[in-house]
C-alpha cells in the first residue's frame, strides 16, 4: 500500500530543511550521489519490491506533469 498524504506532519518543513542542509557545499554530481545513496538506503529500510516499485512509478513525472 502506498501512503502519499503528508505522514510527516509539523516534522516535514524541518526534514525538508536538513536535506537541504545535507547538500549545502557540494558539487552537482555530490549531491546525485548523495541522492542515490540516500534511496538506496531508504530502499533498504522499506525493504519491500512491490511497494518500492509503485512508489518510484508515482515518483516520476508524467507527460502530463513534466515540465
Known amino acids: ?4 498524504d503528508d505522514k ?3 516534522h516535514g518543513d524541518a526534514f ?4 537541504m542542509d545535507l547538500h549545502e557545499g557540494l ?9 542515490a ?3 538506496l538506503i531508504l530502499a533498504n529500510e522499506i525493504a519491500d519490491p512491490a ?6 512509478q508515482a ?5 502530463a506533469t513534466k515540465g
Not at 16 to 19: D, F, I, M, N, S
Not at 51 to 56: E, I, P, V, Y
Open 59 to 63: 515518483a516520476r513525472p508524467t507527460a
Open 37 to 39: 545513496r540516500l534511496v
Open 27 to 35: 558539487t552537482p554530481d555530490q549531491s546525485h550521489a548523495l541522492n
Open 51 to 56: 511497494r518500492l516499485t509503485a512508489l518510484m
Open 16 to 19: 525538508y530543511a536538513e536535506l
Open 8 to 10: 510527516l506532519g509539523r
Open 1 to 4: 500500500m502506498m501512503i502519499l
